[in-house]
C-alpha cells in the first residue's frame, strides 16, 4: 500500500469535504469531529458524485438520489430512493487515511 498526500489537515478542517484523484481515483476526503475519512467519490448506486452532495454531522447525501453514508465506515444509512422506490445500494468504497506532520495522507 502506498502512501499518498492529500491536503493540509488545517485546510480540511475549514473545508470540511475535498475531492482530489489520485492516479484516476476520485477521493472525497471529510473532516468529522476531528477525524479524517477518505471514500471513493461515487455513490455506490449509481457512481453520482458524492462530494456534490452534502456532509452533515459524519454522513454524505447523495445529491441524485438521496442515499446517505456513514462517512466513518462506508455503510449505507437510507438507500438511494427514485420515487418511491428504494433502491439497492452497495457500501461505500473507504481507504484508511494518515495524519503526519498536519499533513493528510491516504494509503491505496
Do not use: W
Not at 502512501?3 to 478542517?13: N, S
Amino acid at each position: 500500500m502506498a502512501k499518498h498526500f492529500l491536503e493540509k489537515l488545517d485546510v480540511l478542517a475549514k473545508e470540511k469535504k475535498i475531492r482530489v484523484e489520485i492516479e484516476d481515483l476520485p477521493l472525497l476526503v471529510l473532516y468529522h469531529e476531528e477525524n479524517v475519512y477518505v471514500l471513493k467519490d461515487k455513490c455506490p448506486h449509481m457512481r453520482a458524485s458524492l462530494y456534490k452532495g452534502t456532509f452533515e454531522d459524519g454522513v454524505v447525501t447523495c445529491r441524485k438520489h438521496g442515499a446517505q453514508i456513514d462517512a466513518k465506515t462506508g455503510e449505507v444509512l437510507r438507500k438511494a430512493k427514485i420515487g418511491f422506490v428504494h433502491m439497492p445500494t452497495k457500501k461505500a468504497t473507504t481507504y484508511p487515511a494518515v495524519i503526519e506532520d498536519g499533513k493528510v495522507f491516504v494509503k491505496l
